[in-house]
């Protein structure tokens, strides 16, 4: 598995330093574009105003996107997405954190073999699902949610 990886941008429409910590959870069979995973969270969280924050990112396979599907969530089967908040939107800084640690949002838990198999369906690049689903995991962590 990748680990963590700390990442700063200066966002010079802000003029300030934004401080989006990634952190990618890949397992080796699964060849992912981690440079543009990285990528699609900051812009996300950036679009979204968010200027300091950490998220875990995994990308999994199926039997292990089932069980957190069916232990955590209590649904069946298994899912294209799994998010898990850390926080509410507007509740990042409820509790004090060392100066250099921004808040962890949460986990977006993504599965290979249905992105491959979604990509396949749409004419879509693997890679662009994975972001596509990524881009959906990290809007639940920020408070978004449909029925």
């Known amino acids: 598995m990748d680990g963590s990886s700390f990442e700063r941008f200066f966002d010079s429409t802000k003029g300030a330093q934004v401080m989006i ?3 990618l959870f890949v397992g080796s069979r699964y060849p ?4 543009k995973i990285r990528l699609k969270v900051v812009e996300v ?7 300091k924050a950490q998220v875990d990112i995994s990308i999994v396979g199926s039997r292990k996107i ?7 969530l209590k649904h069946k089967g298994v899912t294209d997405v ?4 850390q926080h509410e939107k507007d509740k990042l800084d ?9 808040p962890h949002l949460g986990d977006v838990v993504i599965c290979f073999p249905e992105a491959v198999k979604n990509a396949k369906r749409y004419g879509k690049m693997v890679d662009d699902q ?4 990524l881009e959906h995991g990290l809007m639940h962590l920020l ?3 449909h029925d």
């Open 94 to 102: 409820d509790f004090p954190l060392p100066v250099n640690l921004p």
């Open 45 to 51: 969280l950036n679009r979204n105003d968010i200027e």
């Open 66 to 72: 089932k069980e957190l599907n069916e232990k955590r």
């Open 130 to 133: 994975i972001c596509f689903y």
């Open 32 to 35: 992912v574009d981690r440079k």
């Open 82 to 85: 799994l998010s898990f908040p």
């Open 143 to 145: 408070g978004y949610h």
């Open 21 to 23: 910590t990634t952190n």
